[in-house]
């Protein structure tokens, strides 16, 4: 312990240290013992006792110790604390701002850190505390807001609030909560100190906000000992596997990270260093890698930083899709590397191409076919070629040598005879440009070189719906790229040839970037016409850490132009039936190298891991057992000087030690009763879980991490605030108070005691409710009935799937956890108990399938559970809890058509 670090609140206390040569003296000025001669003539005085009694001085060492005690008492009293933090030296309330945008997700476990810091300052200053966050949240249907300023509040309430915070995959809106500040002019009034955890990025709405504060109150900036400010920006593939775009802040120092690439299970396929090199914003980094590794990685992100502004996601359109160009048997490698070039080097980076007949590119089970002019072999392959279409194949077409070739019947729009003609010697007409775009093509955002020009075009006819199949157009409005669904496939027709003999597109940038919008609309699977769909409904979405979860109600379908994330819109997957959007948030950053600039008022602190130790308890104790401990050694001083017989001394001796071991014993147990009244009382006045201990380690850990994240689901899903679950011991806790008890198996498990099998029997009967979980699919209530001999386990049957457990939050189907065994639960509940049964039976290993990613180690990692299994297992626990909580309240008849008219959706 370093002396240096130890703070007083109330120095002037220490004044009392001044007594202590006063306490010193009067111990020691009282008279010396007076000697003892043995006299034979005193035998005459025998039994004669005198009517005064003289003074004998105290023991050096007895000095010493009254004057440690004072010496503690005294420093109790001047509050000593150890790593004191001053954050502020005002009066008044604390204003707190938690910056909990994106940005902070990265050094959350600093910031956390540095609120409890805060909270722990405020307590022993005695201050009242506010509490602002920066991250706005969804309200109403459509809108969103930044949630109120929480406060004035004490340190505790305020200590339970951060335990709630938590990042958001958005930005922050500062311009909101200046106006929020404003508006509570009496918050405003109170503030002493504003204290503001946050980085030195600058972004919108910061700066001014800073300069309103200072007009406030003194303000502390409290930042991160290390500034992780990157974000992936963007995922591409190329021909050797994959590039990658990191932007970050500009580092003094090289720096190295590591990639890591994941299956759509969560498992990791790739990991790959890069280098950022110092005095650079932007690094780009080049995987090489399979083509089928590449198909499965279904996010990207940054070991050890925990942001959603570091993973990446590809979504079903990464999937790398199978091109097959149609062309005739008797086609030379010649032609085919002259008229396709410049396809071949558009296309092939991010797809599969294979240059082959109709016939066979159709058994090969292609996902576009493209052709230019006639169909080579058409004849005896169209009903194939028909079929495929109507199973959602992409036909994409071009102009050949001549029109005439081009048959009419796979075509997407009604084409006139002859060609029109550009800047010819026979034209008075100059070369056409293309005209922006327009918002329904998928193509829609790209930028138009001003060099691309069109001089020979196949002419569509113009039918009524010829706007809405034109994906791009000419400066004069004639179509240029057109489509048409067919039946659940696509038909896209580019009036130009593949080559450059009628425009200089195949030959552009702008044709490569039109080919990575086109290929992700042909889906493997079900390609509908999902890729002009106005709305995109969430899928999956991700929290301020990256995870991915199962979107809420406040989460509203992607619509196009694509918007920044936000409280409607997170992070995420969009999209159904294999046309799954990936809307990331890295995408939209930028900057992230600006520095802000505080006002020159404003006081920069770093957050440190040393918390603030109260001392003055441990003072207090180190004097009480300094002041027994003098007790102790008084009593056995006076006993030794007493002059009594031995059979006397015996028996004080004893009477001595029996008292002393009395006392402790007494206070040991008082100490472990008072410390069990404390938990039983918690237990009693908020409901919590708990799991019977096994006396296994790692096992006792799994329970304490599985059921501390399904606690966690359901404060975030539901209006269940549980306190965190408890390890409890049947042979010594009271099980009255916990609604819910899970109690994993183990091998070699010992039975339990009469009194332990009275009170679980006891628990039970009164409306418990135990989930047994043997963690190894393992059901059959056989072993059951042999591991739990002694318990009255009623009769177990199969949960049917219509049980009230399956749709007592949630509507389910089966009780979701790391395996799919079946749950077994009581065959005929006790109707004293609302019918509600007592014992659930299973293997699925829940505790495992619950934790959250902060929960999970090296020893009870899981890989094999994949986000879908482990969001259903959420859903599961959820629901037991509720069943747990309100019994059969959603049997009642009043609930069944809401959950008809929800099954029926």
Known sequence: MNLAAITFLYPAMLAGLLVLPIVWLIIRSAPKAPKQIVFPAARLLQGLRASRRDMQRAPIWQTILRCLILTMLILAASRPVLNRTEFSQNEGALLVIADNSWSSAANWTEYRTGLRQIINQARLDLRSIYIAQTAPEASGATTTRLPDIIGPVSPHEAERFIDRLHPRPWAPDYAALSNQIADHQY???????????????????????????????????????????????????????????????????????????????????????????????????????????????????????????????????????????????????????????????????????????????????????????????????????????????????????????????????????????????????????????????????????????????????PDPDIVAKTWARLTDGTPLVTSAPRNAGRIVLFHVTPWADWSNLPMSGLFVEIWQRLLPLASPSDRSDAELQTSLPPQSVLDGFGRAHQPDATILPLRMPLPVPGPRHPPGIYGENGQAVAFNLGSSLQNLDHQIRWPSDVTMRQITNQDQIDLAAMCLMVAMLLLIFDGVALILVHHVSLRRSRRSDALTSVLMIAFIGTAATAMTVGISNSAQAVETQAAALQPRLAYLKTDVAPIDRLSQSGLAGLTEILRRRSAADLAPADAIDPEADDLSFYPLIYWPLVDGQQPFSEFAQTRINRYLDSGGMILIDSRDQEVEPARLRRLLAGLEIPILDKAPGDHILFRSFYLLDHAYGRFAAPLWLDARPDQRLDGVASVLFGGNDWASAWMLEEGRTAENRTDDISPRQREMAWRFGVNLVMYALTGSYKGDQVHLPAILERLGR
């Open 187 to 461: 918050m405003a009034n109170s503030i002493g100190s504003i204290l503001w955890l946050t980085d030195n990025m600058e972004q919108s709405g910061k700066a001014d906000l800073a300069n309103d504060l200072a007009t406030i109150a003194p303000i502390t900036v409290l930042g991160p000992d290390r500034d992780n400010r990157i974000a992936v920006q963007s995922l591409i593939r190329n021909r050797t596997g994959l590039g990658t775009t990191l932007t970050h802040q500009n580092i003094d120092a090289p720096r190295e990270i590591v990639l890591l690439a994941r299956n759509e299970r969560g498992r990791v396929l790739l990991r790959h260093k890069v280098k950022i090199s110092p005095a650079t914003n932007r690094t780009e980094a080049e995987i090489p890698l399979p083509s089928d590794i590449t198909n499965s990685i279904q996010s990207v992100g940054i070991e050890g930083i925990e942001s959603a502004a570091t993973v990446f996601q590809t979504g079903a359109r990464w999937q790398q899709r199978k091109v097959g160009v149609i062309v005739s048997s008797g086609d030379s490698p010649v032609l085919l590397s002259d008229r396709y070039f410049f396809l071949d080097r558009a296309i092939s980076p991010y797809a599969d191409v294979t240059y082959a007949p109709l016939g066979k590119l159709l058994e090969s089970g292609m996902d576009i076919l493209v052709v230019a002019g006639p169909i080579s072999g058409l004849g005896s392959q169209y009903n194939a070629l028909e079929r495929w279409l109507r199973d959602g194949g992409m036909l994409v077409r071009f102009a050949g040598d001549s029109t005439t070739e081009v048959e009419p019947e796979f075509l997407p729009v009604t084409l006139r005879l002859g060609n029109r003609d550009f800047g010819g010697s026979m034209s008075w007409e100059k070369p056409k440009r293309l005209l922006a775009f327009p918002e329904t093509s998928p193509f829609s955002g790209i930028s138009i070189p001003e060099e691309i020009t069109v001089n020979r075009q196949l002419l569509a006819e």
